[in-house]
């Protein structure tokens, strides 16, 4: 109940940074999900299919309906949504995300993305006509209802989590280590891991670090021992690694349930 209690007393200046929305798609949105699914499929294919879209690539921390939480990032009220014309702005925010802000780059194809921001613009027109449904209204406490036996199984099992974690071994303890939602941010998207490049020059000398800085025509990377080195992108072999591709993949992959449980799972370890 204590911890309970200490999931829902959250800052918003908390909520809007990193996973932490996270939390509320379970918290706040099940109850949403496909409420008005009727009336709200649009006449436009494109804009449904955008519904579906976004629900598993943003939902997580937007909100199925895109609404946010009620201290979440509320997208109607995003001035970068509203004044959005066919993608212009929106499309740039799902391609670079906000690095440092808890937005990563979602990988979408331009057409999914084309999607998305058809189903914005409706859930926007939507929401101009009636006052959006207020998240505090739903009942919480009951969709924090993990099962860490089942959070477990999926820890071994097709979370596949146990090839890269133990819980005796690097996450033993983890639940000591951060707060509730902390923790939760943390699983679903851990903050401050830097991509890591092997660069190959013409001549065949070869660079390693992580990734500093990388556009269409430039790549950066600060070596070991702390050196900027950068190089026109046509002139060397990029390889790049993301040491949380797994955890990128995995938010397409969660059933709402699968974060309840693994959260509840995660906590026993203390
Ligand atoms: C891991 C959580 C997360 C995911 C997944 C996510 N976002 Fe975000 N998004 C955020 C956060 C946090 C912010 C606020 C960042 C800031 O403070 O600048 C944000 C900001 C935005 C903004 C800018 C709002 C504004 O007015 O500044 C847009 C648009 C947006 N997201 C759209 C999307 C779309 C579309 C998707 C799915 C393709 C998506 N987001 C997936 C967390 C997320
Ligand atoms: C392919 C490898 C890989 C897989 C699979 C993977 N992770 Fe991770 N995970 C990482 C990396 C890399 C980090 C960031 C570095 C670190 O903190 O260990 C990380 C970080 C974390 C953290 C934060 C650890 C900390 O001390 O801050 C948690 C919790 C976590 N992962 C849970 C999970 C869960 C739960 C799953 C399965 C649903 C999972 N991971 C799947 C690679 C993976």
Redesign the pocket.
Known sequence: MLFMLDLLDVRPSELMRGWRCALLFGLLLLPGLGLHAEQDVSASDSARRGRTQFAQSCGFCHGADANGGSEGPNLMRSAIVRHDENGNRIAPVIRDGRPGKGMPPVPLSDSQIAEIVAFLHRRLEESDLRSPANPREYDLKTLVTGDAAAGKA??YGS???????SPSG??AG?AK??TPTD?QA??LY?SD?KKTANITTSSGERFAGTLFYEDAFNIAIKDEAGWYHSWPRSEVKVEIRD?????LE?LHK?SEA?VHN?FA??ETLK
């Open positions: 999926f820890f979370g596949e989590c146990s090839k890269c974690h690097d996450l983890i280590k951060y923790l943390q699983f851990p891991v040491p949380l591709a797994a955890h995995l969660y699968d693994l799972y995660l």
